[in-house]
């Protein structure tokens, strides 16, 4: 059990710049999570995958963020075109089957937009 | 709206001290209740959490929680905190939407923890 890793660490990008995100979640883990937290705030649902299937996302995730689990591995979250608001720390977590069970949480990724 | 919310936002309390932080819910059903931490530079990290059963609920780093229905909160306590409790605390509900399960966080409690 490695954890699960997200990359990178930190970016810092451009306004209006394309930027994408991976995660990895643990191996046998069929779910995974994204979720936002800006300073001062808890964790914010983005959206969750079980396998391969995007399952649910929330209505905060405008149509410049997409997110793709391809063979139910690996994820990666993408935004087009950031924007300042954009700016927070992206979260991946991944579940073995279920969302009742424990989440394992990467470090985050820190996305500063200019 | 189904949410969870914590009422304090910072805490401050002198190493040995007894701490609890407080929760409360907004649920319809039987909610599934949570508390994680969040260290500086750290992943979130599971505490302890309740399903069902005991209301009293031990976890890791000698903490517990109590779940009271009547009240809809779900308290995390400890009767002595160390320097090293100094954290981020979010208590967080499992909100099932169509089958589809997601965990809700709420805004947290900072930790700061005084000699």
């Known amino acids: 059990d490695t954890g699960v890793s997200q990359n990178p660490r930190h970016k810092i990008t451009k306004r209006g710049q394309n930027v994408t995100f991976r995660c990895d979640p643990i191996s046998e883990h069929n779910r995974l999570y994204w979720y936002r937290q800006t300073l001062g705030q808890g964790p914010e649902f983005l959206t969750y995958?079980?396998?391969?299937?995007?399952?649910?996302k929330s209505r905060l995730l405008s149509d410049r963020f997409s997110a793709e689990r391809p063979k139910g591995s690996f994820s990666t979250l993408e935004i087009q075109r950031t924007e300042q608001g954009d700016s927070a720390m992206y979260l991946c977590?991944?579940?073995?089957?279920?969302?009742?069970?424990?989440?394992?949480f990467g470090s985050g990724t820190q996305l500063s937009v200019l | 709206a189904q949410s969870v919310t914590q009422p304090d936002i910072h805490i401050t309390v002198s190493e040995g001290a007894s701490l609890e932080l407080r929760c409360n819910y907004s649920?319809?059903?039987?909610?599934?209740l949570f508390w994680y931490v969040q260290s500086p530079g750290q992943g979130l990290q599971l505490l302890l959490k309740y399903f069902s059963g005991d209301t009293l609920v031990q976890g890791i780093k000698g903490f517990e929680a109590e779940f009271k229905r009547s009240q809809s909160s779900f308290n995390l306590r400890k009767p002595s905190v160390h320097w090293s409790d100094a954290a981020e605390y979010f208590c967080?509900?499992?909100?099932?939407?169509?089958?589809?399960?997601?965990?809700?966080f709420g805004t947290g409690t900072r930790l700061t923890i005084i000699p």
């Open positions: 977590a991944s579940s073995f089957r279920t969302g009742r069970e424990k989440l394992f």
């Open positions: 649920y319809g059903a039987t909610p599934y």
């Open positions: 995958f079980q396998n391969e299937a995007q399952l649910e």
């Open positions: 967080a509900v499992v909100i099932s939407n169509f089958g589809n399960e997601k965990l809700t």
